[in-house]
Nanobody, 119 residues
Framework: QVQLVESGGGLVQAGGSLRLSCAASGSIVRINYMGWYRQAPGKERELVATITSGGSTNYADSVKGRFTISRDNAKNTVYLQMNSLKPEDTAVYCC?????????????WGQGTQVTVSS
């Protein structure tokens, strides 16, 4: 079985920074892409950023220039550095990983971590 555990959420004032982490553990052969998604109250879940095993990244337009996604393949961990936070960034942030196991390939999700940005 595989688990994704996020950490680093919290309450921050507008203009501040937070760094999220998501560590994958379990029976893992390889992790392909990893990503961060978020869901605000009353809104649909949206993609924030993704990163491939080779380090190629993709960002939502709303976070470009403010957020940076990175990963440590040796630790099976993905990070999201969030700078210049805005109240509209308030949401539950979840990580997702496309994981290769011995006999399967599937997406796994973390439980989510709350990010609240006050004005």
């Amino acid at each position: 079985q595989v688990q994704l555990v996020e950490s680093g959420g919290g309450l921050v004032q507008a203009g501040g920074s937070l760094r999220l982490s998501c560590a994958a553990s379990g029976s893992i052969v390889r992790i392909n892409y990893m990503g961060w998604y978020r869901q605000a109250p009353g809104k649909e879940r949206e993609l924030v950023a993704t990163i491939t095993s080779g380090g190629s990244t993709n960002y939502a337009d709303s976070v470009k220039g403010r957020f940076t996604i990175s990963r440590d393949n040796a630790k099976n961990t993905v990070y999201l550095q969030m700078n210049s936070l805005k109240p509209e960034d308030t949401a539950v942030y979840c990580c997702k990983a496309n994981i290769v196991q011995a006999y399967s390939l599937k997406d796994y999700w973390g439980q989510g971590t709350q990010v609240t940005v006050s004005s």
